[in-house]
């Protein structure tokens, strides 16, 4: 193996592989099967948050190895009704008193998971450097994500990108900071 990454735009074929990393992201790691195949459903659909057409793909050698979800925070409340609705009988969280994670303005970097045999090897950074560079290219000012406290591996990671914290959310019955970072006089290196 020569360990090259790719990273790429998913395509609906990649819905399950997504579905179970989004689940990791928010801190679900023992879904069942049937809450899998119920989000990869969600996954393969275009007008919802987690949707393929938001989503990026990092592989190693072909192998697909992470996601990062990205959108317009402009987006956020109307595609939230739709994929809550279609999610929340697997995810088993009340979405309905939930803050908005983001808004207008924002390009928000919604979820990042790398598969576990691939950690610690610069793809979640790979990942993120694309979407800030989407997010760049596609005219945003500042990009902006929720991180939990308790994760000082992740924190670590954002502000070395130059992300900063500005107040704590509520989300997924967990409270989470959220990051901002100016992308207008911003220059990302991957590693």
């Known amino acids: 193996m020569n360990n090259q990454l790719t990273i790429r ?3 609906k074929e990649d819905a399950l592989f997504m579905a179970e990393r989004i689940l990791w992201a928010i ?12 989000l990869s459903t969600v996954c393969a659909m275009e007008d919802v948050l987690y949707s393929y057409e938001n989503t990026l793909i990092a592989e190693v050698d072909g192998q697909p190895a992470g996601i990062m979800i990205s959108y317009d925070g402009a987006l956020y409340s109307t ?9 929340g009988h697997s995810i088993k969280c009340d979405f309905s008193t939930m803050a908005d994670e983001t808004k207008a303005g924002e390009y928000y970097l919604d979820s990042l998971a790398v598969s576990h045999e691939f950690r610690h090897r610069g793809i979640g950074r790979a990942l993120l450097t694309a979407a800030i560079e989407q997010g760049k290219a596609l005219g945003f000012e500042k990009a902006t994500l929720l991180v ?7 924190l670590r990671l ?3 990108l130059g992300f900063r914290p500005t107040r704590m959310v509520r989300a997924f019955d967990h409270n989470y900071l959220h990051l901002e970072l100016q992308l207008n006089n911003t220059t990302v290196t991957s590693l």
């Open 9 to 11: 735009k998913a395509v």
């Open 27 to 38: 801190g679900i790691a023992d879904a069942k099967d049937t809450d899998i195949k119920k």
């Open 79 to 87: 595609l939230r009704v739709k994929t809550f609705s279609e999610v």
């Open 148 to 154: 939990s406290p308790k994760n000082p591996h992740a």
């Open 158 to 160: 954002y502000s070395s």
